[in-house]
């Protein structure tokens, strides 16, 4: 009796360790957040004077900082370009990964053992060592294409497939081939089997893949900054980093915070959407009825 309420009682204490630890976590995360969203309310004046107000939550709420943010700072231009830039780049993905695991992990010919190889081996090489060759590459054929928002998302595709295939074959190779001998003998043919057995079974999978090539794409900046030269294709991630420097100089903070919020938002929003999606990453049960 007594063991037992000895383990309870530590128990109890070490619950509560992990729980004020993770209170501790939530407030450092929550924080900048909440401070980054004050702050893109207050007037740039604010900064100036310096003191506890750069801490405190604004007396007067100043929504102008949003509207300048959008037209002055060019923020819905650059939210546009990446919005293009990512939906394309989740659709040349998921195509592209779906299909390569389909054929690495249901067929056998001659060079099955290299293309996996190949793909473990790229899944390795760091993408960033490879982007001023591509761009050395791509720039010098006839008319250029680097500065392309349809060829910056195939970039952003290609740089995620090795990982995205290395991953997705395991789970197709899981799926029983019974039913897709079943398919067979009812006259199915490939497209059908892949689009009506394959994909049901691995969906959550595919699902999670594409929300986090989303966020990773959102969020992308050097080979961005790197492929892209007009001022008209921006993303966000280039086009916040140009005008911190550009109002940082105007003294013009307000600015400055309400673009990083604007350019948060719609991650926060999809987060908020398929939260149980991204919770339950690569877990293929849902996909099974």
């Excluded at 310096?50 to 060019?74: H, V």
């Excluded at 006839?142 to 952003?156: K, R």
């Excluded at 550009?246 to 398929?274: N, Q, R």
């Amino acid at each position: 009796m007594t063991n037992r309420i000895k383990q309870s009682t530590g128990t109890i204490i070490m619950r509560w360790v992990i729980r004020i630890f993770l209170y501790a976590w939530v407030i450092t995360v929550i924080f900048p957040l909440f401070w980054m969203l004050a702050t893109s309310l207050k007037d740039s004046k604010v900064f100036m004077q310096g003191g506890a107000n750069i801490w405190n939550w604004p007396d007067k709420i100043f929504l102008i900082n949003y509207i300048k943010a959008w037209a002055e700072a060019n923020m819905g231009q650059y939210m546009l370009n990446t919005l293009m830039v990512v939906v394309m780049t989740v659709i040349f993905y998921t195509i592209m990964v779906t299909t390569t695991s389909y054929i690495l992990a249901k067929y056998n010919f001659k060079f099955i053992k290299f293309f996996r190889g190949f793909y473990f081996v790229a899944m390795m090489i760091p993408t960033v060592l490879l982007i001023y060759q591509l761009y050395f590459q791509l720039n010098s054929i006839v008319g250029g294409l680097t500065d392309n928002l349809i060829v910056l998302a195939l970039v952003y595709a290609v740089q995620g497939i090795p990982a995205g295939v290395f991953l997705l074959t395991a789970f197709v190779s899981g799926i029983d081939k019974s039913f897709m001998e079943a398919a067979k003998i009812d006259g199915a043919g490939e497209w059908c089997i892949f689009s009506r057995i394959i994909i049901p079974f691995i969906l959550p999978v595919v699902l999670f893949l594409g929300l986090t090539q989303f966020m990773g794409s959102w969020n992308e900046y050097l080979t961005a900054l790197t492929f892209l030269d007009s001022d008209t294709k921006l993303t966000l991630s280039v086009g916040i980093q140009r005008l911190i420097t550009k109002f940082t100089y105007e003294s013009d903070y307000g600015i400055i915070f309400s673009s990083l919020v604007i350019s948060l938002l719609p991650i926060l929003l999809l987060y908020a959407m398929f939260q149980k999606v991204i919770q339950n990453g690569t877990d293929i049960s849902d996909g099974i009825k």
